[in-house]
Nanobody, 128 residues
Framework: VQLQASGGGLVQAGGSLRLSCVYS????????MGWFRQAPGKEREFVAA???????YYSDSVKGRFTISRDNTKNTVYLQMNSLNTEDTAVYYC???????????????????????WGQGTLVTVSS
């Protein structure tokens, strides 16, 4: 499995960006896909996830501002980011969980070790 993230860049506070992550491999539609981010000097943190059944999960810090979606015909997962603020500045990583495990527990989807494949990251910088 290979994941290629793109769409990062420099944006002013209050602006929007859409990140994309293209999945190369088998059975994309069976994967849970997640987005994580890592700011300088901080640990990697969960942002959003979408299960193979299209259930979505968000961290409290982005809920209501970010939207995760997927297009199984394009093997792509998206992260639409609106109302960006300087605290959203980070490298954003997409990740894939091919286990087909399903749970309603959001803790599962926010755990990095659940995801077996990771992309290279795309940098998002929000200026004030």
């Amino acid at each position: 499995v290979q994941l290629q993230a793109s769409g990062g860049g420099l944006v002013q506070a209050g602006g929007s960006l859409r990140l994309s992550c293209v999945y190369s491999g088998r059975a994309f539609s069976s994967n849970t896909m997640g987005w994580f981010r890592q700011a300088p000097g901080k640990e990697r943190e969960f942002v959003a996830a979408i299960s193979w059944s299209d259930t979505t999960y968000y961290s409290d810090s982005v809920k209501g501002r970010f939207t995760i979606s997927r297009d199984n015909t394009k093997n792509t997962v998206y992260l639409q980011m609106n109302s960006l603020n300087t605290e959203d500045t980070a490298v954003y990583y997409c990740a894939a969980d091919s286990s087909t495990y399903y749970t309603s527990s959001s803790r599962y989807y926010s755990t990095p070790s659940v995801y077996g494949s990771w992309g290279q990251g795309t940098l998002v910088t929000v200026s004030s």
